[in-house]
């Protein structure tokens, strides 16, 4: 749960390429856990959450492209990619340090921690009120983890759309949430340059990994939130409380 430590296997890129297989993982994981090892548990979890995963893309695979609940069609999400928003969540640049530091550790490495996963995902589609499959798309560009039924059930449960989704009702507070999981700003630290004398050289990285043409630099000042925590909450289930489905 804490995206500043080591703490998981980073195994879902050998998984996604298929150089390890899950039956693999699964029986490491057992001998481990024989061994009395607490963490062989939850690990074994997660590796069922990719099972449920491909289970739903083989009996649903309109899960790909589709609202697994299909009551949600009718939802005002903003399907445009070339909107001022859905350009400051891609490009790190939102004003909320959870967003902006997980959606560079993305850029840089081609991973991010599932923490942060939902969180991003939660703000893009609560907050900014923008369809899934637009992040759902920016993740298969981004992820070298990239894999299609782990990535269309992450972003439906995010959403609210998928099955056993998160309620739409429980929006994620991206401020309180980094309070709880960054404690000692270790996370922030790391990817968000602006503000910091002597910045670690993950936060630079960003800079030089992104597009000439995006026009960033670590000089420029850390924007003020484009939709605060508290107004993106309100959009968000106002938008649902006055939904015609
Ligand atoms: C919006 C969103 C998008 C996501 N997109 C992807 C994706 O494209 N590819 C991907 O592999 N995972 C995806 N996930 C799931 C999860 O975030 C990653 O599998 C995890 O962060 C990978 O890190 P790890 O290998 O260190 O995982 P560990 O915590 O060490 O877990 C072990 C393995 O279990 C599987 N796993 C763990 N959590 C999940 C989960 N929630 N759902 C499905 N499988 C899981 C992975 O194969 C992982 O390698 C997504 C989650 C969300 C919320």
Not at 112 to 129: E, P, Q
Not at 193 to 204: F, K, T, V
């Amino acid at each position: 749960d804490i995206p500043g430590e080591d703490g998981t296997s980073k195994l879902a890129e050998n998984l996604a390429l298929g150089e390890i297989t899950p039956a693999q993982c699964w029986h490491a994981a057992q001998a481990e856990w024989e061994r009395g090892n607490p963490g062989a548990e939850i690990f074994r979890k997660e590796l069922v959450w990719r099972e449920f995963a491909y289970h739903l893309l083989h009996h649903t695979p309109q899960i790909l492209t589709q609202n697994w609940k299909p009551d949600w069609d009718a939802f005002p999400w903003s399907e445009d990619a070339s909107s001022a928003k859905f350009t400051a969540w891609k490009t790190g640049r939102t004003g909320l340090e959870f967003i902006d530091a997980a959606m560079r550790e993305l850029y840089v490495t081609g991973t991010m921690h599932n923490r942060g996963r939902m969180i991003v995902a939660s703000y893009l589609t609560k907050h900014l009120m923008t369809h899934w499959r637009l992040g759902q798309a920016w993740f298969e560009d981004c992820l070298i983890d990239w894999d299609p039924a782990s990535n269309a059930m992450g972003w439906q449960w995010a959403a609210g759309s998928g099955p056993d989704a998160a309620p739409y009702f429980r929006v994620f507070n991206p401020e309180t949430q980094i309070e709880k999981f960054d404690p000692d700003r270790r996370y922030r630290k790391m990817w968000i340059a602006e503000g910091q004398a002597n910045p670690p050289p993950s936060a630079q990285q960003y800079f030089e990994a992104v597009p000439r043409s995006w026009g960033l630099s670590a000089q420029n000042a850390y924007p003020a939130p484009i939709v605060s925590a508290k107004d993106g909450r309100d959009i968000a289930l106002s938008s649902y409380k006055t939904r015609d489905f």
